[in-house]
């Protein structure tokens, strides 16, 4: 069964500052996917950012990036230039691949502050 | 185009008592997963359907149901209701189980459901 890690239950950043979340993954699959989703006070969960394992580049969407380390089974997120709007819960997901089901498997989230 | 729906928005039952909670997913997106997120912790995965048809099922008791609509919208019911059910019930849907590539999966707002 594969497991996700977070070990940073909180975090803080002053505004316009850089914070790295980190995640740890288990599993025995070759092919998969990691997500990044964030929950803001309004519950509602949003896709932050996605890496497919099979790809070597990370993933970048605008002020967000990841470090993937397949070997180390390693998926931290860096959040540049931080902005109070991105205060929220940040959850770290494996999926396998497509083909059966979409199962994500989360990990126990970290706590992000964004302090003006 | 409206995102994904959940009602209830809130409910308060009392242990013994049965719930359904329902999601509309998406237009057009024919998968719909259910996932109970309690306090403090990352979401767990229920149940995926697709097609009205299961895909998917994560450890819960046989107290969990699950069906889809041919409308693809879809009802989750928890009988029997104890104190630990208590929890945030997310709704996600994608456009469905795909044989290759990825569908990201839209999450509604969520049922936050209290056992008294």
């Known amino acids: 069964a594969q497991t996700v890690t977070q070990s940073q239950p909180e975090m803080s950043v002053q505004e316009a500052e850089t914070v790295t979340l980190s995640c740890t993954y288990d599993t025995s699959e070759n092919n998969y996917y990691l997500f990044w989703y964030k929950q803001p006070p309004s519950r509602q969960m949003i896709l932050v950012i996605r890496?497919?394992?099979?790809?070597?580049q990370n993933a970048t969407e605008n002020r967000f990036s990841v470090n993937f380390q397949k070997a180390a089974k390693s998926f931290s997120l860096k959040i540049s230039d931080s902005q109070l709007g991105d205060t929220a819960m940040y959850f770290c997901a494996f999926m396998k691949p497509p083909g059966g089901s979409e199962k994500l498997v989360f990990g126990k989230g970290t706590k992000l502050t964004v302090n003006p | 185009d409206a995102g994904v729906t959940q009602s209830p928005t809130h409910l308060i039952k009392t242990r013994g008592q049965h719930v359904t909670l329902r999601c509309s997913p998406i237009s057009g997106h024919k998968s719909v997963s259910w996932y109970q997120q309690v306090l403090g912790q990352g979401p767990q995965f229920i149940f995926q359907?697709?097609?009205?048809?299961?895909?998917g099922r994560g450890n819960f008791p046989d107290r969990f149901s699950a069906r889809q609509f041919p409308n693809y919208s879809s009802e989750l019911n928890v009988n029997a209701l104890l104190l630990g059910d208590s929890a945030l019930y997310l709704c996600a849907s994608s456009l469905g189980v795909g044989t290759s590539g990825y569908n990201e999966q839209f999450f509604g707002p969520g049922t936050r459901l209290t056992v008294l």
């Open positions: 890496q497919e394992a099979y790809k070597q």
């Open positions: 359907y697709y097609e009205k048809e299961e895909r």
